[in-house]
């Protein structure tokens, strides 16, 4: 498929990613262990096989389109949050567990990493695993480590948790702990399918996502600045 211009093709890149989620997203509402965001992202691969559409060039033209709206969606999480009740929620544990989660979602797959005698630029990107996109961006560019490579691992990863999530949480009732869980492990990706669970869910996954950003963005420089020392 080509188009006649930037905009024309801009226009339908932005039409067909959307379709794909909106049908990705009544699908995940009549069977609910499909995950909401794989299913959007083998739409969009089987919309532009049927369309004979190269994915380089589609790329090319949604990705600027869907990078500047990554920043405000990752502002308008606070929306739910302004939501949340917070009356009667144990604040300094679910402080602490974020705490926990942030050193451990970087130090674990850096260490891991390090054991696989992966380079050292790689070793850094690991740091960004369990952050959302933009945070990992900027948190990859502060301390010297390869973008492409930590936006590659934020997705991965982010991709995996919310496809493991449904299956993981077989027995798990607290939608709290689900949405909690699913924040901080998944980021992005995990908080949209909180959201397919409850409006409980989504907004804890919401709480843990954001704290957790910010949490990671302040001590992770620091701490490779101080090791690189």
């Known amino acids: 498929m080509t188009f006649d211009s930037v905009l024309t093709a801009t226009l339908a890149a932005i039409l067909l990613t959307l379709v794909a989620h909106v049908i990705a ?17 083998a739409l969009v691969l089987l919309f532009l096989f049927v369309l004979q559409w190269d994915y380089n060039h589609y790329y090319s033209v949604a990705k600027p ?15 739910p949050l302004a939501a949340m009740n917070f009356k009667g929620l144990p604040v300094k544990k679910l402080t602490l567990i974020v705490m926990i989660a942030s050193v451990v979602g970087a130090l674990l797959p850096m260490s891991l990493a390090y054991l696989l005698s992966l380079s050292h630029e790689t070793i850094l990107a690991f740091a960004t695993r369990s952050v959302t996109t933009p945070i990992g961006l900027s948190v990859a ?14 997705i991965v990863s982010g991709i995996v ?46 709480f843990g996502l954001a704290v957790n950003g910010l949490v990671t963005a302040i001590w992770v420089p620091i701490f490779i600045s101080a090791v690189a020392l």
């Open 141 to 154: 560019d502060l301390i010297k480590a390869p973008l492409a490579m930590a936006n590659l691992i934020i």
């Open 25 to 41: 997203r009544i699908l995940a509402r009549k069977l609910s262990w499909l995950p909401m965001v794989i299913t959007a992202l």
């Open 161 to 206: 948790g919310g496809t493991l999530a449904r299956f993981l949480f077989r027995r798990v009732d607290d939608d709290r702990a689900k949405g909690l869980a699913l924040g901080l492990a998944a980021h992005a990706f995990g908080t949209v399918e909180a959201w397919q669970i409850s409006h409980t869910a989504g907004r804890y996954a919401a």
């Open 65 to 79: 389109v869907f990078d500047h709206l990554l920043g405000y969606v990752t502002v308008l999480l606070a929306v």
